[in-house]
T-cell receptor, first 113, second 114 residues
Framework: SQTIHQWPATLVQPVGSPLSLECTVE??????LYWYRQAAGRGLQLLFY??????ISSEVPQNLSASRPQDRQFILSSKKLLLSDSGFYLC????????????FGPGTRLTVL | AQSVTQLGSHVSVSEGALVLLRCNYS??????LFWYVQYPNQGLQLLLK??????LVKGINGFEAEFKKSETSFHLTKPSAHMSDAAEYFC????????????FGTGTQLKVEL
């Protein structure tokens, strides 16, 4: 069966520090991968989307970047965190057709102080 | 571009009462619609999805939703609320050629009271 892992589960970082969040998927090949941010009371915002290794689409201009060094690995990064980067970050995967659902990881709670 | 609107950011019901969470969509082409549930500090779990087959869709945990094209709605219902249903619920939409990218509503927090 397929599983999705995210780490760390929680993170507290000072403003201006770098960030690296990792997401890995097991049990499937060539998944579509997604990074979302969920801010309090604001729903889910799609940040990045990837259909394959090295293929990244940015949905919203921001202080973050994403990379996909391996088929089932998706990394969210920042060189210098801002207070506004605080939130709950969710990774998700899907395969196949447009109407196939996305499966979400457990999330990372990021607090920037 | 497609979108969904969830009416009511907070809904409160009594245990055993009907649950009704509203979702209206906007799309220029036939949509695919989803309902997800999120428990505190966890990821999202799929409740059900509409993919242009039956308009009444049954999901997990006793939830169902009906696609009504004339009303551009996809409301989520459950006949009898349980305490364990307390969570946040998200409606989402995508379209053919949308690249498997979902557009989510802002969510509805469901509270179940004794």
């Amino acid at each position: 069966s397929q599983t999705i892992h995210q780490w760390p589960a929680t993170l507290v970082q000072p403003v201006g520090s770098p960030l690296s969040l990792e997401c890995t998927v097991e049990g499937t090949s060539n998944p579509n991968l997604y990074w979302y941010r969920q801010a309090a009371g604001r729903g889910l915002q799609l940040l990045f989307y990837s259909v394959g290794i090295g293929q990244i689409s940015s949905e919203v201009p921001q202080n973050l970047s994403a990379s996909r060094p391996q088929d089932r690995q998706f990394i969210l990064s920042s060189k210098k965190l801002l207070l506004s980067d605080s939130g709950f970050y969710l990774c998700a995967w899907s395969v196949g057709r447009d109407f196939n659902e996305q499966f979400f990881g457990p999330g990372t709670r990021l607090t920037v102080l | 571009a497609q979108s969904v609107t969830q009416l009511g950011s907070h809904v409160s019901v009594s245990e055993g009462a009907l649950v009704l969470l509203r979702c209206n969509y906007s799309s220029s082409v036939p949509p695919y619609l989803f309902w997800y549930v999120q428990y505190p500090n966890q990821g999202l779990q799929l409740l059900l999805k509409y993919t242009s087959a039956a308009t009444l869709v049954k999901g997990i945990n006793g939830f169902e939703a009906e696609f009504k094209k004339s009303e551009t709605s996809f409301h989520l219902t459950k006949p009898s609320a349980h305490m364990s249903d307390a969570a946040e619920y998200f409606c989402a939409v995508t379209i053919t050629g949308g690249g498997n990218k979902l557009t989510f509503g802002t969510g509805t927090q469901l509270k179940v009271e004794l």
